[in-house]
């Protein structure tokens, strides 16, 4: 399947600090989407991009969909300690009616007060 | 609260038992999924049901075993499993478009908390 390489593993950041993480992908996505994992829990979805270019906000939050479709970038701004967790990156692809969405191996972001 | 529900949140099992875990979906989707998620390692795809009927088995073990009685219902049964099987395994739902679309997809995965399972 596709692989997509998330970028860095971790982040060691001080409270108020900004946050940038990226995927890339050797192959074509028609979505990005963004998750969050607290410990013990499933993903959440943060941000989901549908569009070549597309710049999308959530709060502190701001995600691209970039123009090549084969990459994507999350930045958090002013950090808070709630932001501490796993955030994967996902594309999806539609397959022949089946739902296929092939995850990065994640950022996990520490936040420091 | 996603409106994807696990149970159970945690499991221990020997590998000669036989147990089974269960995700319901309110959500009225048409698509449900299992994945396993391993430490250090991206989230795998093992089950996909769209409307009630499975449409991929990425070679999963067959000490697998998924079930789905209706869209909003999923399982999947666990028999003599290994240590290596030990994960978080994550159901999820989607809202699937028709067969064969082209262009963007709007089918976003909303994931339930997972069952955490240990293996002894």
């Known amino acids: 399947g596709q692989q997509l390489n998330q970028s860095p593993q971790s982040m060691f950041i001080q409270e108020g600090e900004d946050v940038s993480m990226n995927c890339t992908s050797s192959?074509?996505?028609?979505?990005w989407l963004w998750y969050k994992q607290d410990p013990g829990e499933g993903p959440v979805l943060l941000i989901a991009?549908?569009?070549?270019?597309e710049l999308t906000s959530n709060g502190r939050l701001t995600a691209q969909f970039g123009i090549t479709r084969k990459d994507s970038f999350l930045n958090i701004s002013a950090s808070i300690p709630s932001d501490v967790g796993i955030y994967f990156c996902a594309g999806l692809t539609l397959v022949t009616g089946a739902n296929n969405l092939f995850f990065g191996t994640g950022t996990r972001l520490t936040v420091i007060p | 609260e996603t409106g994807v529900t696990q149970t159970p949140r945690h499991l221990v099992m020997g590998m000669t038992n036989k147990k089974s875990l269960k995700c319901e979906q309110h959500?009225?989707?048409?698509?449900m999924y299992w994945y396993k998620q391993s430490a250090k390692k991206p989230l795998e795809l093992m089950f996909v049901?769209?409307?009630?009927?499975?449409?991929e088995n990425n070679s999963v073990p067959s000490r697998f075993s998924p079930e789905c009685p209706n869209s909003s219902h999923l399982f999947l049964h666990l028999h003599t499993l290994q240590p290596e099987d030990s994960a978080l395994y994550l159901c999820a739902s989607s809202q699937e478009t028709a067969s064969g679309g082209v262009g963007v997809s709007k089918n976003i995965q909303y994931f339930g908390a997972g069952t955490r399972l240990s293996v002894l």
């Open positions: 991009l549908y569009k070549a270019g």
């Open positions: 192959s074509i996505f028609n979505t």
């Open positions: 959500l009225g989707h048409n698509a």
């Open positions: 049901y769209s409307l009630e009927e499975r449409v």
